[in-house]
């Protein structure tokens, strides 16, 4: 198979789909793979580097032109739409359910798309779990940093010093993000309170910070009980696949400290904060009724030597089914791959992407076996 890497092109997007090393799997697979120029050059891997692990350098319109499978990092923006031909095969985060134009594109053009976030394996996201890692530790260390004064927050020091009181950070969601996000700020000295409806999961959060947080089912009440004492507010609420649900309302914000800050991790799904939306790592927040909001989609972006080896390393052995079997192939030998088709052949095959549009749903089975 011929597999082509482009650059990212979103802004401070550096991370790159594949390292040299990966390159290096595939080449001795059997595969030939297409490098984009300077696709990873901005965090230290050269074209010189590519070439001794086996890649051609080529500009992107021979990437596009020449590859049957395209492995990137972030969902294609509208700019890259026209380079895409009809019958790829992309493997990348797609995040569909908050994308209509690119979900319309892909199925356009009968695109497999097989998605990082949705590929489960024995009940865990492999390929997401690494982002949400660094996305939950980021979202503490970019609260940190925003919350101060001179960036317009209200001025605390999260870990607080002898005689001062901490800063509170209230938490909602515990999964991987959540987790991340609860030990960087426990670990800072922070005032920690993690929200879920997943008791059993409240119950492993307690035991695993031996009681040191505080842990609230995520009910309506304790939402709005526990933001409107938060000096930092994270949204860590994920439905693998699907829009997040908003549970912080605007009407809410009347109840938060002013200079207070909401960090939307799940803005990548749509945010899970009705007034999100998404932002930049140039300009990365904005305020609504004296709240700062922190919603960079691309947060892992900004340490993306450490999120592209993490990352890499998680979609290497998927990536390489793939090439060596093709998408249809792959996807009915492998739990994993099958539940990552998000589009197939022209037809939407993830329930949660069609739901949010009303675009008609074809279960993953009948639309690979129709083919």
Do not use: W
């Amino acid at each position: 198979m011929i597999i082509g890497c482009p650059k990212e092109i979103k802004v401070h997007e550096y991370r790159v789909g594949l390292t040299p090393s990966n390159v290096h799997e595939y080449v001795e697979s059997g595969h030939r793979v297409l490098i984009e120029h300077d696709a990873g050059s901005a965090i230290g891997f050269s074209d010189e580097e590519y070439r001794r692990n086996g890649a051609e350098i080529v500009d992107k319109t021979k990437l596009f032109g020449e590859s049957e499978m395209i492995i990137k990092v972030k969902e294609p923006i509208e700019s890259e739409y026209d380079y895409f031909r009809d019958g790829q095969t992309l493997f990348t985060y797609l995040h569909l359910a908050a994308d209509r134009k690119l979900t319309e594109m892909l199925l356009a053009k009968k695109i497999s798309s097989i998605a990082y976030e949705t590929i489960k394996f024995r009940g865990s996201l492999p390929c997401l779990a690494p982002m949400s890692s660094i996305a939950g530790r980021l979202a503490v260390i970019e609260s940190s940093k925003y919350i101060q004064k001179t960036f317009g927050g209200s001025g605390i020091l999260l870990s607080g010093i002898p005689g001062t009181p901490k800063g509170k950070v209230t938490i909602i969601g515990a999964g991987v993000v959540g987790l991340n996000a609860a030990q960087l700020a426990v670990g800072i000295g922070a005032d920690v309170t993690i929200l879920d409806i997943d008791t059993n999961r409240l119950a492993y959060v307690d035991q695993m910070f031996n009681m040191r947080i505080h842990t609230l089912y995520s009910s309506r009440a304790n939402i709005l009980s526990s933001i409107a004492s938060a000096d930092v507010v994270i949204g860590a609420v994920l439905i693998p696949g699907a829009k997040a649900p908003k549970l912080v309302k605007k009407d809410d914000l009347r109840v938060m400290r002013t200079g207070a800050i909401l960090t939307d991790v799940a803005i990548d799904q749509g945010g899970c904060f009705e007034t999100s939306n998404a932002t930049t790592h140039d300009n990365p927040v904005y305020d609504i009724d004296g709240i700062l909001h922190y919603c960079v989609a691309n947060m892992p972006g900004s340490v993306a030597r450490t999120a592209t080896l993490a990352l890499s390393d998680s979609t290497l052995s998927f990536g390489l089914m793939i090439a060596n079997s093709g998408a249809k192939e792959a996807a009915l030998k492998n739990e994993g791959i099958f539940e990552g088709v998000n589009t197939y052949n022209g037809k939407c095959t993830y329930k949660g992407v069609s739901d949010a549009f009303g675009i008609e749903y074809t279960p993953t089975k009948q639309a690979l076996e129709s083919a």
